[in-house]
């Protein structure tokens, strides 16, 4: 996968990258990862982004001439085919909201261009007529699309095929089923006084994964129940719900 970013701070995204298992993703060449200074496609000396909004109001708005040129000229340079289909998304507080599932429609395509806002806003036209989509991490308002890109990036990454070594810890993850994960853990046995279930020692796997499951029903019931209505859960994993509560 072929990841463009388009930022004002590219020096933000030399750190979260350059390590784990994003850094040997990028050596396995299993992504490819390129970042690109909106400034770059300005025209005057001063390399100007920015304007005071039309109407009045606080704060600046990013322009839209370097914008599109930069995802027109990340389209020209790759001659990708599919380049109509390509996802080129404005990280926005008012996009839709991102989760696991939105990750794993992104993973599917082979290259994908992030544009980072910044200031107040940016210039409308952008999201009309050059975005394919707009996305939020949450509802709260950072001070650009920066951190919201590492977190997408971090996500889609991680869904690719052989950048996690097992795939089976990526399918058993939080909110992969809809459900949170249930609890894990390791050596030792006890420590402190406390013991690990004996179902996780007991070698039977069938019962091991009959406990796993309802402690994920469980937990999500206490901490994220309105997950519990859009979860694939059969007849007696339903009723299973019902008796928790």
């Not at 020209?76 to 507080?93: C, F, K, T």
């Not at 004996?198 to 469980?218: M, Y």
Request: charged share 25%; net charge negative; proline share 6%.
């Amino acid at each position: 996968m072929r990841i463009d970013i388009l930022t004002l701070f590219p020096e933000m995204f030399a750190s979260p990258f350059g390590c784990g298992i994003f850094k040997r993703a990028t050596e396995q060449g299993l992504v490819s990862m390129h970042v690109r200074n909106i400034r770059d496609y300005t025209h005057d000396r001063h390399h100007t982004v920015d304007d005071t909004p039309f109407g009045g109001g606080a704060g600046m708005v990013l322009k839209p001439e370097p914008i599109f040129e930069s995802v027109e000229a990340v389209k020209a340079e790759w001659e990708v085919p599919d380049a109509g289909q390509m996802p080129v998304i404005l990280l926005s507080p008012r996009g839709r909201l991102f989760s696991q599932l939105v990750a794993q429609e992104l993973s599917r395509h082979s290259h994908m261009i992030l544009i980072c806002g910044r200031y107040e806003g940016v210039d409308e036209r952008v999201a009309q007529y050059v975005a394919t989509d707009e996305i939020s991490i949450g509802d709260y308002v950072l001070s650009g699309g920066e951190l919201a890109a590492m977190v997408i990036v971090d996500t889609v990454v991680r869904l690719l095929p052989g950048v996690v070594g097992s795939t089976e810890s990526v399918l058993e993850e939080s909110h992969t089923t809809g459900l949170l994960e249930y609890p894990q853990y390791t050596r030792p046995a006890m420590y402190r006084g406390w013991e690990v279930p004996p179902v996780l020692l007991s070698g039977n796997h069938a019962e091991i994964a009959r406990w796993r499951r309802k402690q994920a029903l469980l937990r999500t019931l206490q901490r994220r129940p309105e997950l519990l209505s859009k979860a694939a859960l059969c007849v007696e994993e339903r009723q299973l719900v019902e008796g928790l509560k």
